[in-house]
């Protein structure tokens, strides 16, 4: 088998698997089973890929463990969230329900997430591939900066979910650690992993065609369901507040805020 045919394979568990996710959406009334299906991606397919590729086993599961890790916990902590204030739906869903009025625009948007969901697959299924013996600098630099953005935004998350169960600061916005130098230290660190997975794809043939994958990340988090989405919601609820952490402190990469 090769990487392309495996690929297919890839791609058609995802579509099987979305299809699944959107019918358990549409009878519990949530979207917002999406954010997690799509995180968990990842600790699906690499796995399968890295059993399957003919790779040196070193490269193929060192990239394969750090995946799975961000993955499983990504989608974990999306996944208690969800449950946690269901029935009630993440706001962008809300938005998205009154453009698309009936489930099947729904059922389009989650199998074009499928979709992406393998082609975001693509730094494993190279790796899976690779059978160079000894790993390359690019590749040792993508794993530290995973590792980093791995611990980032496992931090940014832990600060906002202790900051939104703490009763002293309902209807305020959260400065707490990374949140004082980023208005998304989630998101830049979320980004910031793709390029990690992007550089250690780049010690591996074809490896320079996954540079879509954080360009796309960056797309979506800066323009479309990331930042744009969450802002407006944060303006509507948080009001002047918010206005003022806007003018403070950094949309995106962490830096200093303003006095």
Same mark, same amino acid.
């Given at each position: 088998m090769n990487k392309w045919e495996l690929f297919t394979i890839g791609l058609a568990i995802t579509i099987?698997?979305?299809?699944?996710?959107?019918?358990i959406s549409v009878k519990i009334r949530n979207y917002g089973l999406l954010d997690a299906a799509w995180s968990y991606g990842v600790a699906v397919l690499a796995p399968i890929y890295a059993s399957v590729g003919p790779g040196e086993p070193l490269r193929k599961w060192l990239l394969t463990a750090i995946g799975v890790a961000w993955s499983v916990r990504l989608g974990t902590y999306i996944l208690l969230r969800v449950l946690r204030h269901h029935p009630a739906e993440d706001p962008r869903y809300e938005t998205l329900r009154r453009r698309w009025p009936g489930a099947g625009?729904?059922?389009v948007f989650f199998e074009l997430q499928a979709v992406l969901v393998a082609?975001? @697959?693509?730094p494993f299924l190279l790796a899976a591939f690779n059978q @160079?013996?000894?790993?390359?600098p690019v590749e040792i630099g993508g794993l530290i900066l995973a590792a980093i953005a791995l611990v980032g935004e496992s931090a940014a998350d832990l600060q906002m979910s202790a900051f939104k169960t703490d009763p002293a600061c309902k209807g305020q916005v959260c400065r707490r650690g990374l949140w004082r130098y980023s208005r998304h230290p989630n998101y830049f660190f979320e980004s910031l992993i793709w390029w990690a997975f992007f550089l250690f794809a780049l010690g591996s043939p074809w490896g320079w065609i996954t540079i879509v994958c954080p360009l796309l990340m960056l797309y979506f988090l800066l323009k479309v369901t990331g930042i744009a989405l969450t802002e407006e919601y944060s303006l509507k609820s948080k009001g002047?507040?918010?206005?003022?952490?806007q003018r403070?402190? @950094?949309?995106?990469?962490p830096w200093f805020p303003k006095s």
């Open positions: 099987a698997a979305f299809a699944g996710v959107w019918v625009m729904f059922l082609l975001f @697959s693509l @160079s013996p000894h790993l390359q002047d507040a918010y206005r003022e952490y403070t402190t @950094s949309a995106f990469i």
